[in-house]
C-alpha cells in the first residue's frame, strides 16, 4: 500500500523558516517525480515545486528564490526549505509523488503551516 507522509508543518512568524518533508513508501517502484502544491484558504490548490530522480527542478513565480526543493533518493524523501516566510504562504501544503512507469500521481494528507505577524 503506497503512503505519502509530509511533516514539518506548524506555526512561524513572517520572515522565518521551516522545512517540511516528505516521504514515500509501498509500491515497490522507483520514484520519478515528488513534489509540492498548497492550498490557502479560500482558494484553489496551486502548485508549489517539484523534483526529478536526476535533481532537476522546477518553482512557481511566486515561491522562486524563497523556497528550496531537494530529495533524498536512498530514503525517496523529498523535502521543501523554505526562507523569508510571508503570510500569504499560510496554506495546506501537499506532496504527491509519480512513479518510474507512469504509477500515480499518490497524494500525502497534507501539513498546515500558518504564517502570523
Known amino acids: 500500500q503506497v503512503q505519502v507522509v509530509e511533516s514539518g508543518g506548524g506555526l512561524v512568524q513572517t520572515g522565518g523558516s521551516l522545512r517540511l518533508s516528505c516521504a514515500a513508501s509501498g509500491n515497490g517502484f522507483s520514484l520519478n517525480y515528488m513534489g509540492w502544491y498548497r492550498q490557502a484558504p479560500g482558494k484553489q490548490r496551486e502548485f508549489v515545486a517539484r523534483i526529478t530522480s536526476g535533481g532537476n527542478t522546477t518553482y512557481a513565480d511566486s515561491v522562486k528564490g524563497r523556497f528550496t526543493i531537494s530529495r533524498d533518493n536512498a530514503k525517496n524523501t523529498a523535502y521543501l526549505q523554505r526562507y523569508r516566510l510571508e503570510r500569504e504562504d499560510t496554506a495546506v501544503y501537499y506532496c504527491?509523488?509519480?512513479?518510474?512507469?507512469?504509477?500515480?500521481?499518490?497524494w500525502g494528507q497534507g501539513t498546515q503551516v500558518i504564517v502570523s505577524s
Open positions: 504527491y509523488v509519480q512513479w518510474v512507469g507512469g504509477l500515480g500521481p499518490d
